[in-house]
């Protein structure tokens, strides 16, 4: 005879536990280094188009689709306006924070708010705090914290891209998320190959071992060549099949 748990009280049913994710930002020198992974110059493109943060994108180039686009893009000022609140917002919570993108291009009309952070060490879950307690207050479009980004609905329906970076790969995130996305794919990306170095997981790799890039205007110059102003940062192909900046 089976006994049920209505005919016996006294099998009861386990209790749930709140699951707690502590994240705290480790040294550029405490990580886990990734394996080494082969690189196609062929590819740069074609792996520049997969979903944000992909693992397997060996170029380091994470360019997120576009799963919700905005129908009437915002001006620069009311978009720089909206970013600016938003850096109010988390910078209490993080060791640095810059605007990035279309934004910080200074291009007319911005569809996004893309913004890089280094945050302060912070929890989820039952003790949430630090830049969770403001983030997780808006709508998760992806990303679930502790992650590397997270793409947020904020209150008045703008989209949020927010990116998490380290000190020691502050240059080569901001650098690649300030864009344009051809720039970031037929500048840097194309650049730091020919120099000989791999990005692995947010880190440029050299011999296998990862380099610290915690400036941007470093990273150019590790990869030889000059520094270009944000606003110089857009590509256009001519009829004659070349690049252009604009």
């Known amino acids: 005879m089976v006994i049920t748990k209505a005919q016996n009280p006294a099998i009861q049913r386990p209790v749930d536990k709140p699951v707690q994710a502590i994240y705290k930002p480790a040294p550029s020198s405490d990580f886990i280094k990734s394996p080494k992974r ?58 640095r924070i810059e ?29 949430e705090s630090g830049i969770a307690t403001v983030v997780n207050r808006w709508q998760k479009v992806k990303g679930e914290l502790p992650c590397k980004y997270t793409q947020r609905i904020l209150p008045g329906g703008e989209k949020l891209d927010l990116f998490l970076a380290e000190p020691g790969n502050w240059g080569l995130i901001y650098a690649i998320r300030t864009g344009s996305a051809q720039y970031a794919h037929k500048i840097l990306a194309t650049g730091w190959v020919k120099a000989g170095y791999k990005s692995i997981d947010g880190w440029l790799h050299a011999n296998g071992k990862p380099v610290t890039i915690p400036a941007e205007k470093e990273l150019y110059q590790r990869i030889g060549i000059p520094w270009v102003p944000p606003e110089k940062r857009e590509i256009i192909t001519t009829t004659q099949n070349t690049t252009a900046f604009h």
């Open 38 to 95: 082969r690189f196609n110059l062929k590819n740069i493109k074609q792996q520049i188009s997969v979903p944000a943060l992909a693992s397997n994108n060996t170029t380091g180039i994470f360019w997120q689709q576009q799963s919700v686009k905005n129908s009437n893009p915002m001006n620069l000022k009311t978009a720089e306006t909206i970013a600016n609140s938003i850096i109010e917002q988390l910078s209490p919570h993080c060791q």
């Open 99 to 127: 605007i990035a993108g279309s934004i910080r291009r200074r291009r007319p009309d911005v569809n996004d708010i893309e913004i890089v952070a280094i945050p302060r060490a912070y929890d989820t879950g039952l003790f």
